[in-house]
């Protein structure tokens, strides 16, 4: 690597530098340092003075990076909800980037901001509001707790968009979305009644297999005449075991189908007749017998959720079952976590709620699953483990690196793991014996910068290191250079004075 490219890693190293001073990183936001855009804007913490000049920047790139900051608080991020710039309230409505584990709701001004947001016809949109809205419904930050008010909010349109939570909505709020004073509320919400009228799905049901005919036989209210059809054809019969709405008689010819796969939805049903369930109890299926055993009557759709969820994908399951759903109640994930089930006890420990006791209880359990999904979920899951998720889940680092919790300090039995990841957690120990020197000559990047970076090694040492190419970046981001000295950096990098530009 050529000297060259020297002042760029500097301006990325200095971005990052979590001891840089205001006056330091407000020289950043010049033309010349735009490679260290990102890292300032979008990865970093960043004091209030530099928050203020960024979301008043003349830069797209620099607005749009501190939209999607997940170190900013979402009140700092909703700031840029009326931006001039269209791909800027796309970077706000899509949230945090990477997306990782729960997104932190936006406040309710900057959600109604851009749920009611109109387009300016009088200039053309690369994004349009709705796309910005889609946006910002998948996003997960929408509160559960503004979802609900919605239905009754004074907000006409928020009204109206409420509609579309039909099937989540109260029996009370969809009457009262029908009889809405608003003209246009009661037109949507008459529309979304056809969710629940099975002649209505029977009549916009597709005969073509598609998304949208899939949607209407997994969600919504299904006639017997679209139940014969299907049954007589052996066509998408899975989606009618799964459906809450399917008559309770299909239900039951559907629970003695020749597939497992059919069988097994109809056992997991909340809606079974217990004689029906202990027939499934002693289906020749294994996979059938274990799902009908795994929770006794009566039952919830959304612990149905919740355990789907698991089954398969433990490694991956951070945050709530679906934002749309409701959650089942925290009484229910504190009995899973008794539970003599290892499945159950994985549903435990996704709920952020279960008191202390249950925490350390499930901490301690036998089963990797459990014990890595109670580091992924709960805020008071213990430092030892979500250590040990960091190792055992590479897949769930990026989260895992964003946890308060994920220890950062007595780690020198991992300097040398054969994972790069963890050796370069390692190396930015604060509390090791001695410097990580011998980790400046890792063969992997991140740990080279990772030690580069260590407050540990002296200030000689990384004073020479800043002129070596594959050092330079990490060596610019430790917090033992005095500010006088990243100044330098960014005079070295043709970077001109805040005073003077």
């Not at 349109?157 to 989540?168: I, K, P, S, T, V």
């Not at 998408?236 to 010819?253: E, F, Y």
């Not at 049903?269 to 369930?277: E, I, K, V, Y």
């Given at each position: ?309 698991i089954i398969g994908k433990a490694a991956q399951s951070i945050g709530p ?132 970076a260590n407050p540990l090694l002296p200030l000689a040492l990384i004073s ?38």
């Amino acid at each position: 690597m050529s000297s060259a490219v020297l002042p760029e890693l500097w301006l990325r190293g200095v971005a990052a530098n979590p001891a840089a001073p205001s006056d330091v990183l407000l020289r950043l936001l010049t033309p010349q340092a735009r490679p260290a855009w990102t890292i300032l804007c979008e990865e970093r913490d960043l004091p209030a003075d530099v928050v203020e000049a960024v979301v008043a920047h003349p830069e797209r790139a620099v607005r749009r990076g501190f939209a999607r900051n997940r170190h900013a608080a979402p009140e700092q991020r909703g700031r840029l909800v009326n931006d001039s710039d269209a791909r800027v309230r796309a970077a706000l409505a899509s949230g945090p980037r990477p997306r990782l584990g729960r997104a932190v709701a936006l406040p309710d001004d900057v959600l109604e901001t851009l749920l009611t947001a109109k387009d300016d016809s009088s200039q053309g949109h690369m994004l349009t509001a709705d796309e910005i809205r889609q946006e910002l419904v998948l996003s997960g930050q929408i509160s559960q707790s503004f979802r609900r008010r919605m239905a009754d909010h004074l907000n006409p349109e928020l009204r109206a968009q409420a509609a579309g939570l039909w099937l989540w909505l109260t029996p009370r709020r969809r009457d009262a979305l029908l009889a809405d004073s608003n003209p246009a509320v009661r037109e949507t919400a008459r529309g979304h009644r056809r969710i629940l009228d099975p002649a209505a799905m029977e009549a916009d049901l597709p005969e073509q297999g598609c998304h949208y005919r899939d949607l209407l036989l997994v969600n919504y209210a299904v006639s017997h005449a679209v139940a014969e059809r299907c049954l007589a054809d052996r066509r998408d019969l899975w989606a009618l075991a799964h459906n809450p709405h399917t008559p309770g008689d299909i239900v039951t010819r559907l629970a003695r189908d020749p597939d497992p796969h059919v069988r097994e939805r109809v056992a997991a049903r909340a809606d079974l007749d217990p004689a029906l369930l202990a027939e499934l109890a002693q289906d020749p299926d294994d996979t059938v017998r274990n799902r009908a055993l795994l929770q006794p009557l009566p039952r919830a759709w959304s612990q149905r959720g919740a355990i789907d969820r698991i089954i398969g994908k433990a490694a991956q399951s951070i945050g709530p079952v679906d934002e749309m759903l409701v959650e089942p109640e925290r009484s229910w994930y504190e009995t899973c976590a008794a539970s003599t089930h290892p499945l159950l006890r994985r549903v435990a420990a996704t709920c952020p709620e279960l008191p202390e006791e249950l925490v350390r209880r499930l901490a301690g359990d036998a089963d990797d699953d459990v014990r890595h999904l109670l580091a992924y979920n709960h805020p008071l899951a213990p430092p030892p483990i979500i250590l040990d998720a960091f190792i055992a889940t590479p897949r769930q680092r990026p989260y895992l690196r964003t946890l308060s919790r994920l220890p950062r300090t007595g780690l020198h039995q991992l300097l040398d793991h054969d994972d790069p990841d963890v050796r370069a957690l390692a190396a930015a120990d604060t509390s090791l014996t001695q410097p990580p020197v011998h980790l400046l000559a890792d063969p992997e990047p991140r740990v080279r910068r990772a030690a580069a970076a260590n407050p540990l090694l002296p200030l000689a040492l990384i004073s020479s290191l800043l002129n070596a190419p594959q050092h330079a970046e990490g060596a610019a981001a430790n917090p033992n250079l005095p500010a006088e000295r990243l100044h330098e950096l960014l005079d070295l990098s043709g970077l001109l004075p805040v005073a003077t530009r």
